[in-house]
Nanobody, 125 residues
Framework: QVQVVESGGGLVQAGGSLRLSCAAS????????MGWFRQAPGQEREFVAA????????YYANSVKGRFTISRDNAKNTMSLQMNSLKPEDTAVYYC??????????????????WGQGTQVTVSS
């Protein structure tokens, strides 16, 4: 089993920055890749970004490309999401997720085995 816990959410003005963190524990050696998803009120949970086990491969949703940066520190079993130039439409609950098997489509929610409880990000205009 793997446990993941998010932190770092909050309230920020449009154009500002926030950094989310995700701490993994348990059988972390079994994690193939990790990702961030978000869910706004009344909307489906959507893919934001993902990163491979080594950190050499990263993937982003078009809506955040160029503004968000995903990274991981395997020594500390942590993953981060640096969010810059935030927009009101980025407001959502952000979830950390971990997958045990590599997938050709890291944007699919079903590919992830473990999920955190989420952290709220609110961007005011």
């Amino acid at each position: 089993q793997v446990q993941v816990v998010e932190s770092g959410g909050g309230l920020v003005q449009a154009g500002g920055s926030l950094r989310l963190s995700c701490a993994a524990s348990g059988r972390t050696f079994s994690i193939a890749y990790m990702g961030w998803f978000r869910q706004a009120p009344g909307q489906e949970r959507e893919f934001v970004a993902a990163i491979s086990r080594s950190g050499s491969s990263t993937y982003y949703a078009n809506s955040v490309k160029g503004r968000f940066t995903i990274s991981r520190d395997n020594a500390k079993n942590t993953m981060s999401l640096q969010m810059n130039s935030l927009k009101p439409e980025d407001t959502a609950v952000y979830y950390c997720a971990a997958a045990q098997r590599w997938s050709t489509d890291v944007t699919r929610r079903a590919e992830y085995d473990y999920w955190g409880q989420g952290t709220q990000v609110t961007v005011s205009s």
